[in-house]
């Protein structure tokens, strides 16, 4: 008889199995009679009769991996991997299905086994935001979602102490003139954002209530509060609301929540009571982040990804950190990639929080955000809550197992009024990620510089550093003509020079071998009419002036002083 691992192995090469419609393969060879043993728990069995195209509840991967249901303590259906044995048994247990032959051909469970392969699952595992077990289709596949959700069922009652423990570290507020139509209503652009009444020109159109606005006269400035405990709230309220309501795969998008404060503030405790608040599964994704691994199984598994105080070496490892950022906050599919498996495309469910002390070091991390990095990040200044902090005791509150304990104690009811009682303020409110908040302390500290920006900083530190006396002594007023090469070498003298430090801030510029780019600034800051003459600019106040050398190369002096006394010493030096 061929052996059914053979048989298994062409089923899923043929996939469906060999025969129509599902029906088995033809009789195989002889195989020896059953055991005396098994005979008689056979005759004593009422077998159920098997029949080919009946799902007997067992899946199995094209990888080869079967998986066969099973019911939790709570009453919820999972599946287990199992070896093919497990198989057979469960078979047996939960169909009556006989695992002998009472003649010579194949036992029913082997042939139910090969049957399952037309119910072959492309892969199967535990993912993210999956409310039940069971197969769902992915990209014209089928997949096995092994192990649903648990979910805190919520209850009205009292969540005082919840609700605290949320918001008193963040009593941050500031206020922004909103633009509003004549009834006082807030006016929207066409992304469903607020419009400041400074940016009305800029906004391309804008509506009321989705009624188009086309007369923007009517409208004026009215002051609005911005509160860091609605930006909370709505940001828990929001990936509440889309993991338990939304269709799977369906998930409303969230900001990556970034919590700035002192070290034992409390940030990290916080962030374990978040985990329990979704699903109490969370993962750690600093080393995928980092481009220490290729592999980021656990992300697809978890709701939550919480990191707290990473650290950055590189400008390399900055970038791919904000890239992953970007990329998995915009898009709900994600590109999962298990040790020793293939990739699947699956869309999850995750929120991403991040805890940072407020040192430069800390958010060395952040640096350089571009607007459409800050659009899908939302962050706070964490402080101490003080009686309603873990380790509150010393300002008469708990310890913090009791604290942590209260907490949990009051997560259904603070849940309910989540998603029952709480609203968000209409101008906080957000089309796409449920409430907008921008930090407007943090961000300007974090924001990329625009191109016109960076120009005038490097020419700063040009107009500073390139007056460095490389002997030793005071600072230069005048220079010699430079090369570009001798220009950085001024700039970036790591024991004399004053600015090295922000020079460091623009490596294109002062640290890129070619030199290209400062050459091109210096010929462009150094354009005048006629050609060679002066070109003065004013912050810092210095001179400078170009010199065409044989072979299109270039140098460039310099001289620094007032206006009046660069004019004057440049009058002087004609009148020599």
């Keep these: 008889m061929r052996k059914l691992d053979d048989l298994i192995n062409a089923g899923a090469a043929a996939k469906p199995s060999d025969g129509a419609n599902g029906t088995p393969p033809p009789r195989p060879a002889k195989k020896s009679k059953p055991t005396a043993a098994a005979a008689k728990k056979s005759e004593s069995l009422n077998w159920a009769l098997f029949i080919p195209g009946t799902d007997y509840g067992i899946r199995r991967t094209v990888k080869g991996d079967w998986y066969v249901p099973s019911k939790t303590p709570r009453g919820k259906v999972e599946w287990i991997r199992a070896d093919k044995q497990d198989v057979k048994n469960y078979l047996e247990e939960f169909?009556?299905?006989?695992?002998?032959?009472?003649?010579?051909?194949?036992?029913?469970?082997?042939?139910?086994?090969?049957?399952?392969?037309?119910?072959?699952?492309?892969?199967?595992?535990?993912?993210?935001?999956?409310?039940?077990?069971?197969?769902?289709?992915?990209?014209?596949?089928?997949?096995?979602?092994?192990?649903?959700?648990?979910?805190?069922?919520?209850?009205?009652?009292?969540?005082?102490?919840?609700?605290?423990?949320?918001?008193?570290?963040?009593?941050?507020?500031?206020?922004?003139?909103?633009?509003?139509?004549?009834?006082?209503?807030?006016?929207?652009?066409?992304?469903?954002?607020?419009?400041?009444?400074?940016?009305?020109?800029?906004?391309?159109?804008?509506?009321?209530?989705?009624?188009?606005?086309?007369?923007?006269?009517?409208?004026?400035?009215?002051?609005?509060?911005?509160?860091?405990?609605d930006a909370i709230l709505g940001w828990l309220q929001g990936a509440l609301r889309t993991l338990r309501e939304a269709e799977p795969g369906k998930w409303r998008h969230g900001h990556v929540l970034i919590l700035i404060g002192l070290a034992g503030s409390g940030k990290t405790s916080l962030q374990n009571i978040i985990t329990l608040l979704f699903t109490g599964r969370a993962t750690d994704p600093e080393l995928f982040f980092k481009d220490k691994t290729s592999f980021n199984e656990q992300m697809g598994e978890k709701e939550h990804w919480l990191m707290s105080d990473p650290k950055t070496t590189s400008r390399a490892a900055q970038e791919k950190f904000l890239g992953d950022i970007k990329t998995f906050v915009a898009n709900v599919w994600m590109a999962i990639h298990p040790k020793g498996g293939k990739l699947i495309n699956l869309r999850t469910f995750r929120r991403m929080t991040l805890a940072l002390n407020p040192d430069n070091k800390a958010l060395e991390l952040l640096r350089d955000m571009a607007a459409s990095d800050l659009d899908k990040v939302m962050i706070l200044d964490f402080q101490n809550a003080g009686k309603w902090s873990p380790d509150g005791e010393v300002y008469g509150g708990l310890s913090w197992e009791e604290w942590e304990a209260r907490m949990i104690r009051e997560l259904p009811a603070f849940i309910y009024w989540l998603l029952n009682e709480y609203h968000v303020p209409e101008h906080q409110k957000h089309r796409r990620y449920n409430v907008v908040y921008h930090n407007p302390t943090m961000e300007p500290r974090l924001a990329a510089t625009t191109a016109d920006e960076e120009e005038t900083e490097v020419k700063e530190i040009v107009g500073i550093g390139v007056f460095t006396n490389l002997s030793g002594g005071d600072e230069l007023n005048e220079t010699e003509p430079l090369s570009v090469g001798e220009v950085i070498d001024r700039v970036t003298n790591p024991t004399r020079s004053s600015v090295v430090g922000r020079a460091k801030q623009h490596p294109d510029y002062f640290y890129n071998p070619n030199h290209t780019r400062l050459g091109n600034a210096l010929a462009k800051w150094s354009e005048s009419d006629p050609p060679g003459e002066p070109k003065f600019h004013d912050i810092p106040p210095f001179y400078i002036t170009r010199h065409i050398l044989p072979g299109k190369k270039s140098k460039y002096s310099f001289s620094r002083g007032t206006l009046a006394e660069i004019k004057h010493k440049l009058a002087a030096k004609k009148n020599t």
């Design 95 to 229: 169909h009556q299905i006989n695992p002998e032959s009472d003649d010579e051909s194949m036992p029913d469970v082997e042939r139910a086994m090969l049957d399952a392969l037309s119910r072959c699952v492309e892969f199967a595992g535990t993912f993210g935001g999956y409310r039940e077990a069971g197969e769902i289709m992915v990209e014209n596949n089928v997949a096995l979602i092994t192990r649903g959700i648990d979910l805190i069922e919520p209850r009205a009652g009292d969540c005082e102490f919840c609700k605290k423990g949320f918001t008193e570290p963040f009593p941050g507020t500031h206020t922004e003139l909103l633009a509003v139509d004549a009834d006082g209503n807030i006016v929207r652009d066409n992304g469903g954002n607020v419009v400041k009444f400074a940016a009305l020109a800029e906004a391309k159109e804008l509506v009321v209530g989705g009624v188009r606005i086309t007369d923007r006269t009517t409208l004026s400035g009215k002051e609005f509060t911005f509160t860091q405990r």
